[in-house]
């Protein structure tokens, strides 16, 4: 079982460029990298709905988008529909389908989703002996120590069940596919039963995966800011209305609050512990190979929680942001750089900066700081990127944060409700 979460939390570590490199990158590429061989279409992000949660007009151009969604399904993607990690040993995992198919919903690329979802269907299933026990999809797959290419570990990972599900849904609304509604109401039913926890405090956590490996003691969880996904539970609850996923809103703005404590500084950690006895949160001990620390899990609340403020007018996501911004917008403000990884006292821990992380801070920033927002965009995104390619040909989680980070959510409201 640690098998799971030691690798969740390993595969991130070469997602970035050293400061020199960063540097020089910047100073040889300009913003000539993000010119397309055709005049560039782009969009004002900006709602005309009366919403609660007016988006600011940042440019995007969205040829840019499409051309690097192409580049990354050429580079990443086999023809079977096998999204390749070439940062660690060519292997699989759930995570990297299910942002395939996310993304293939986004540039309406129906072909693409169909072969990434049925690869997953036919190569990640759960089983024992030869039968499938749910419909959740194995984590990893790679090459064996015998050279096979099979599940390397057959534990799940809530956060890919979960995008694939809302990929899934969205799907089916999009194309008016009713067979991936299906797919994903059968999908839900094993989440729920599987990877989320009704505790004697009263609430209901979603956990990173097995009990097994994340329920440490009957009333200890451990638990991964960075998975919860208020928006997916309020569309899950949508198509599923037989389980409360709503509960799971409350108690995922509660852990991210709370946990939040934890740092000196207000960030969301990659991991925490919570004793639901008391209600403490707590980090992992220094032994532990899970950290408890700002980094390249804990990007994903910026933008997680950017979509249920856009999507659903949630006050409690721009709360958050706001108030939880405040130190990483501090240090843009007085050095124009973010360091990758920051520990509970604030204070960087290395001296390199992610494409990806500042992906995830342009989807945040342009909701509550749209300035700051241009200025990443300027000077830490469009610098990386060249031929469809952002940062590195190898760096597949930069190539679907930036790609997830940039997309304008307001062009999916029609997918937010079922069409009939």
Same mark, same amino acid.
């Given at each position: ?7 969740? +939390? ?54 840019? *988008? ?50 990434? *979802?049925? @690869? ?71 989440? @729920?039963?599987?990877?989320?926890? =009704? ?12 009990? =097994? ?33 709503? /509960? ?16 000196? $500084? +207000? ?22 190979? &899970? ?17 249920? =403020? ?22 843009? /403000? ?5 360091? =990758?990884?920051?520990? *509970?006292?604030? +204070?960087?821990? $290395? ?25 990443? *965009? ?21 190539? +679907?944060?930036?790609?997830?980070? &940039? ?14």
């Amino acid at each position: 079982m640690q098998q799971l979460a030691q690798g969740k +939390n390993r595969k991130y570590q070469t997602n970035f460029l050293p400061l020199s490199s960063f540097a020089v990158t910047i100073a040889v590429l300009g913003l000539s990298g993000c010119l397309s061989n055709s005049p560039p279409r782009s969009l004002a992000v900006a709602t005309q709905s009366p919403s609660p949660v007016a988006v600011p007009t940042t440019e995007i151009d969205l040829e840019l *988008l499409q051309e690097s969604w192409n580049a990354y399904r050429q580079r990443f993607i086999q023809a079977d529909g096998r999204v390749i990690d070439r940062e660690d040993s060519d292997r699989s995992t759930s995570e990297a389908q299910a942002y395939a198919m996310l993304r293939a919903v986004f540039a309406d690329d129906p072909t693409t989703f169909a072969r990434t *979802l049925n @690869w997953s269907e036919n190569n990640l299933q759960r089983t024992v002996a030869g039968k499938r026990t749910d419909q959740l999809w194995a984590w990893e797959w790679g090459r064996d120590i015998q050279g096979n290419w099979k599940i390397r570990d057959a534990n799940f990972a809530s956060d890919a069940d979960i995008d694939a599900i809302t990929a899934l849904i969205f799907a089916s609304r999009r194309w008016q596919h009713p067979e991936y509604l299906q797919l994903a109401q059968s999908k839900l039913e094993d989440l @729920w039963n599987l990877s989320t926890v =009704a505790m004697p405090d009263g609430h209901r956590y979603l956990i990173p995966g097995p009990t =097994a490996a994340f329920q440490v003691r009957s009333h200890v969880l451990i638990l991964n800011p960075s998975y919860f996904a208020p928006y997916a539970f309020r569309i899950f609850a949508q198509v599923d209305p037989t389980r409360d996923w709503l /509960s799971l809103v409350d108690s995922s703005y509660q852990v991210l609050k709370s946990s939040a404590q934890l740092s000196k $500084v +207000n960030l969301p950690s990659d991991w925490v512990n919570l004793d639901t006895q008391t209600g403490n949160y707590q980090a992992l001990p220094a032994s532990h190979s &899970l950290r408890t620390e700002y980094s390249f899990n804990a990007y994903r609340v910026w933008w997680r929680l950017a979509l249920d =403020a856009v999507w659903f007018q949630e006050p409690r996501a721009t709360q958050f942001l706001q108030r939880h911004l405040k130190h990483l917008q501090q240090t843009w /403000s007085s050095t124009k750089r973010i360091p =990758a990884q920051i520990n *509970l006292q604030g +204070n960087p821990l $290395v001296n390199y900066e992610a494409t990806s992380q500042y992906a995830m801070l342009f989807a945040a920033f342009r909701l509550i700081e749209p300035a700051i927002a241009n200025q990443i *965009l300027q000077q830490k995104l469009l610098p990386q990127y060249r031929d469809g390619i952002w940062e590195q040909d190898s760096a597949y989680y930069t190539q +679907n944060l930036v790609g997830l980070g &940039l997309f304008p959510p307001t062009e999916f409201r029609q997918l937010l409700h079922p069409t009939n």
